[in-house]
């Protein structure tokens, strides 16, 4: 995104702490959100996360307005393992 070489490592957020991080990435760059698909493209580990980015927001969104702590119990969390999951299949990762 940053123009420079791309990291060899490159991991999805795997709980909504990690979720967090990058929403408020996110905020700070806005214009990077439209070129989530080039992540996707790019990591194919992503693509369920990239499209599914809305919906993962809009969780995360409401675990703040809660005031919850992000718990690893909360529908957001089990939606990102269930995505994780998904992303592995694609990169042929079990």
Known sequence: MTGGPPPRCFDVPHDPSDFGRCYR????????TARLE?????????????REWDKLT???????VT?????????LYE????????GRTREGIK
């Open 79 to 86: 939606t990102m393992q269930q995505l994780e999951k998904k």
């Open 67 to 75: 005031g919850c702590e992000l718990p690893s119990d909360s529908a």
């Open 38 to 50: 080039e992540v996707a493209q790019a990591y194919p580990a992503w693509e369920p996360f990239v």
């Open 25 to 32: 990435l996110l905020q700070l760059a806005p214009e990077w």
């Open 58 to 64: 809009a969780m995360y969104e409401q675990l703040i």
